[in-house]
């Protein structure tokens, strides 16, 4: 039975993070919002949403854990997983932002996780201050570099421009739908995992790095194997590094705001966060050695089987 409702927690999660994508474009629209800074902005807050919601709400029921893992493991599967998947597909080629911008800010923000977990064995509310700081100031440089240089940083093709139509009570309705399926998506697939953990005696901060944060993933896999099926550019080496850093500047930083986040299991500092930053490390030898600005299908193979080498790894222990 915890199976059914992890799914249907997993099927709130991805209605919930639609709907509210489709009302906050929608709403943007109305604010007179260019397509390229909702792309930047908007739309990737917004597909954070279910990595948020499960992080605070696993905060705020006191497992730690699970706030930290799905994070953790999210990032983790965004480079073995899905990028992975997309470049045994199809090749994705590598753009300048991606060593200028995206990859240096992923690596120092996976640094100051790890330097923040490590000295304090917690993310504090100032700390959770800090990381959201640090978020508007990646933001701000991100808006004013696209500005300048329109094509080093493409406007997000997937962005309905039809939503700038939608009426006001469409707009709410979506809210409303969007709000109530990712509360009660969390909840369930939450408390689920935790029964989970117990009927098969593994730690809470497993069941998050491996099944939670692959199913707060979904959404992002889906589009990116649908993109590089159709052969499209949309699902970048960008997009999955922006989520990155989304995932630890807002998601933790938002949750530590609510509710401080403390590591429970020692194995989140002496494992888990340097195969994250180990991940995130490996791109940039991947991207040009030997020199080609393209993530191929030997590549991908490669990161694939790091990713599974590291769940394998993580539930045998």
């Known amino acids: 039975m915890e199976y059914l409702f992890v799914f249907f927690g ?11 994508v489709r009302s906050s474009v929608a709403l943007s629209f109305k604010f007179n919002l260019s397509k390229m800074v909702i792309g930047l902005t908007v739309v990737s807050f917004a597909t954070s949403a279910p990595e948020l919601l499960v992080s605070l709400q696993a905060a705020l029921n006191g497992f730690s854990d699970i706030a930290l ?7 983790i599967a965004n480079i073995g997983l ?4 997309t470049a045994i ?4 080629t590598i753009d300048k932002s991606f060593y200028k911008l995206n990859w240096p800010v992923m690596m120092i923000l996976s640094g100051v996780l790890y330097f923040i977990l490590k000295s304090g064995s917690q993310i504090s509310h100032s700390e959770g201050v800090a990381l959201l700081l640090m978020l508007c100031v990646y933001l701000w440089i991100l808006i004013k570099k696209a500005k300048k240089e329109r094509e080093s940083i493409p406007v997000d093709d997937s962005i309905d421009e039809g939503l700038s139509k939608a009426s006001n009570f469409k707009i709410i309705i979506w809210l409303l739908l969007g709000a109530v399926s990712l509360y009660f998506g969390s909840e369930l697939l939450v408390s689920s995992a935790i029964d989970i953990a117990g009927r098969f005696g593994v730690s809470e901060r497993v069941i998050a790095i491996t099944m939670i944060a692959v199913g707060t993933s979904i959404p992002e896999l ?3 194997v649908i993109a590089a099926l159709k052969k499209e550019n949309a699902i970048s080496l960008g997009n999955l590094i922006g989520s990155n850093i989304f995932n630890i500047s807002s998601v933790l930083g938002i949750t530590a705001i609510i509710q401080p986040i403390a590591v429970k299991s020692q194995e989140v500092l002496t494992s888990d966060i340097f ?9 940039l030898p991947l991207a040009f050695l030997p020199k080609s600005y393209q993530l191929g299908r ?9 990713y599974s ?3 394998g790894m993580t539930i045998l222990k």
């Open 275 to 283: 195969w994250m930053i180990g991940f995130s490390a490996i791109l």
């Open 222 to 224: 889906a589009a990116s």
């Open 309 to 311: 080498i590291f769940i």
């Open 82 to 85: 899905i990028l992975g998947i």
């Open 298 to 306: 030997k590549r991908g193979i490669l990161l694939v089987g790091a």
């Open 10 to 20: 997993l099927l709130l999660l991805v209605v919930g993070g639609e709907f509210l």
């Open 69 to 75: 893992g799905n994070v953790i493991g999210s990032n």
């Open 89 to 92: 597909i199809s090749p994705l």
